[in-house]
């Protein structure tokens, strides 16, 4: 079945803001879209959108329906969805996505791997 | 049937006289009335409280400030009741949270009996329907004059909380809320008193330039209009550090950490109006 959600919709309102004087330490699961600009260590978890701001520094396997990807993280990231790399990421573990975009200037350090490839024509890393 | 708690709170005998006067017209002329019971030092709210559970009536009306309704909440000690609220003072928090304008409004609201199911926060056997403050939010004297801001401003909270038993959050913060149900517009994703949680807002720390720029919204709570606030929903809080911080309900102080809130689901029946906050 196509996906037509396109990666504007990763910007949605957040339900959990990490601010970025915010240190955590532990599992951060939600309902809802998360935001995190501060500094997490655990695991983030939400069926929904995770935006991953430029300045936040993650070291936690991430697990999300769709995610943006500003600043660093250090773990696995797994995306039911879409993955948007913004040229200011920096990732260092394996991605499994079902499509991804990345911009110039991103660092990717680890093994991708995109299922439901037949979903979409776009659904390629650019 | 109703059963009418009355509390003067810090009004005048006449004032509280005129205003029962203009009460029982109302409830007359919307055929609402009922027996009404006044809180005094030998009449207690637990006591009024016990005669409606003896005469089992269904619908408390809490007729006089937030804090009579804090108190009635915090007597109720799991008893079944429908409440309601008429203002007996100019401006409360609830009246604003359950769409309440002034008097004639509350039993309006009243008489039209449009009941919801909210959660409340619980603190121990404590029950409270609105937010608690703790840092620069909870101060009201300080927090528009220009040297107490200042002064709070310049000295940021270390903040310490686990929240849900899942994660720790470490951060320094001018203040924050810890919101069941808002009582001011807007901020729609926080402070809904029926989604089964309550949400942790945090206002960050800052340059003091910073700081006094955020003042007024931080005065009506808009926190999430400051750059970087937080917000975590939960379902139960353990707020750790700093040790001693207080945490206050409309200005006065209810508890100091370390402590525990958590939501109690479904707790409360309350009759509302139109235009609430949730």
Redesign the interface.
Known sequence: MQDNTTFDSVNSVPETVVGATVKIQGDLNSDGNIRIDGQVQGTVSTKQNVQIGENAIITADVTAGNATIGGKVKGNVKIAGQLYLQKSAHITGDITCSSLKVDDGAVFNGKCSMGNQQSSPDNHAE | MYYYILDAGTLSDAEFERKQTKLLALTHEFNIRGETGRVSPLRHIKDLIETAQRRQVKTLVICGSDDTFNQVLGALAGQQFTLAFVPLVEKTQLADMLGITDMESAVRILAARRITVLDTAKVGNIHFLSYMEFGLTSDSQDKTSLFGFLKRSTRPIQFKAQLDD????????LGGLVVNAKGWQGNS?IGIPNDGRLDLV?A??GSIFHSWQSRDKVTRHELLSIP??????FQKIRIIEPVGLPLTMLGRQILRAPTEISIAPNFLQIIVGRNRTF
Request: glycine letters at 6%; proline letters at 11%; aromatic letters at 12%.
């Open positions: 899942n994660f720790e959050i470490n951060t320094e913060c994703q945090i960050p720390a970087g606030t937080s917000i975590f929903p």
